[in-house]
């Protein structure tokens, strides 16, 4: 270690989250240098360095910085209409059959330029940030062609330029269009031979909505196999409103992660232990959907399946960029404990990107992305609705103004 170094953090309650658990240090003590953690323990351990910038936490909460691994944020216009149509008693499925729902965003994202639809996602990032979010997935989905997904990547650049979150970018096979409703499997071929090879080197990951007003296992089977092929990590939109099979399947191919399972058969849940593959939880989009199945918790805490949770961010049925709230009703709703919840939204969400080697836990060698919040327990948290308590946000070893 230099004798000199960028950040000294001391004086604080270090919730490391190593293993899925708080693993609280109290009086606690972090150095880190070039963007990266080089010491973390008790302050009474703290090596003899100076620092370029010092913080004295007065006892408050340090906990790695949040990630939202499960994201839809960039997409053209809103869908207030189908808020209140939910409301009045249309399901999703109806709302879809009448040609809202994706289709109802995919032709605005398409009528929309680069410019306006990253504007349009600032202020939501700006927001996940205000609440200690230093990583953003976000998936295309919103285009269904080649030009369109390609231009939703071109979003996701552009939004990087301009924020000190890492945002991670995953093509989406979200539906199938009207022009190939009668011929769903041309379309998945138009995916496989030419969306896909477009978007290697654009994307990081491929994902694929399982579902019967979507694409069915066998054709998600095959488009994963295609992106699997060309190098991209996996993941799946899975048992939302009906069991498909479809969990356990991508948890065959190497998934990283499997998302939604209200309908998940806990018969398929060794699977996804087999697999490695990451619950990502999405209670905000069952709340909207006033859904009454539940994903199987209980389940999957007995075969130690990793549980992540998001907000699914979208503007259909998770119109939410609060991960706090997401964990909240992560609790309330589906059964978690705020050590799980808080688990979720750090070490499991880096998990489920497969960036756990970097970031997700306080620990040597990882990157110093850290939240000091204005609390001293971490289930503080989790039990708040509309209120972050965050104070300051670091990003790999920079303090971010404002934040």
């Given amino acids: 270690m230099p004798d000199r170094v960028d950040l000294i953090i001391h004086d604080v309650v270090i919730a490391t989250m190593v293993r899925g658990h708080f693993n609280l240090i109290p009086h606690g003590a972090l150095i880190a240098d070039r963007g990266v ?139 199938i269009p009207p022009e190939y409703r009668a011929l769903p499997n041309v379309y998945v071929t138009e995916i496989c031979e030419e969306i896909l090879p477009q978007v290697v080197g654009r994307a990081d990951g491929f994902d694929v909505f399982c579902e019967t007003f979507a694409f069915a296992p066998e054709q998600a089977r095959r488009m994963l196999l295609t992106a699997r092929a060309h190098g991209l990590p996996l993941h799946i939109h899975a048992e939302q409103h009906t069991s498909l099979g479809a969990a356990a399947m991508a948890a065959g191919l190497g998934a990283l992660s499997a998302s939604h399972l209200e309908y998940l058969d806990e018969a398929d849940v060794p699977r996804l232990a087999a697999g490695g593959t990451t619950a990502v939880l999405l209670p905000v989009a069952a709340y909207v959907l006033r859904e009454p199945h539940r994903p199987p918790v209980e389940a999957l805490r007995l075969q130690s399946v990793p549980m992540a949770v998001a ?58 992305d850290l939240v000091l919040w204005d609390a001293e327990s971490p289930v503080e948290l989790v039990y708040t609705l509309g209120y972050h308590p965050s104070a300051t946000v670091i990003k790999r070893g920079r303090v971010l103004s404002g934040a």
């Fill in 37 to 175: 953690i080089e010491w973390v323990g008790i302050a009474e351990g703290l090596p003899a360095v100076r620092a370029r910038h010092e913080i004295a936490g007065r006892g408050r909460l340090l906990t790695p910085g949040l990630i939202d691994c499960h994201t839809h944020l960039v997409y053209g216009g809103n869908r207030t209409d189908e808020f209140t149509a939910r409301l009045a008693g249309e399901s999703y499925a109806e709302i879809e059959r009448r040609g809202g729902g994706i289709m109802a965003t995919v032709r605005a994202t398409r009528s929309a330029t680069v410019e306006a639809l990253a504007a349009a996602a600032r202020p939501r990032l700006r927001n996940l940030l205000s609440e200690g979010v230093t990583t953003v997935e976000i998936k295309t989905g919103y285009g269904l062609n080649a030009e369109h997904e390609l231009k939703m990547l071109d979003v996701i650049d552009t939004l990087s330029a301009s924020t000190p979150q890492t945002l991670i970018k995953t093509y989406l096979a979200h539906t």
């Fill in 311 to 368: 907000t699914d961010g979208n503007p259909g049925t998770a119109p939410c960029f609060s991960l706090l709230t997401a964990l909240n009703m992560a609790c309330v709703l589906f059964g978690l404990t705020p050590e799980e919840a808080l688990a979720g939204a750090t070490v499991h969400a880096a998990r489920a990107l497969g960036l756990l080697d970097r970031i997700g836990t306080i620990e040597a060698g990882k990157d110093a």
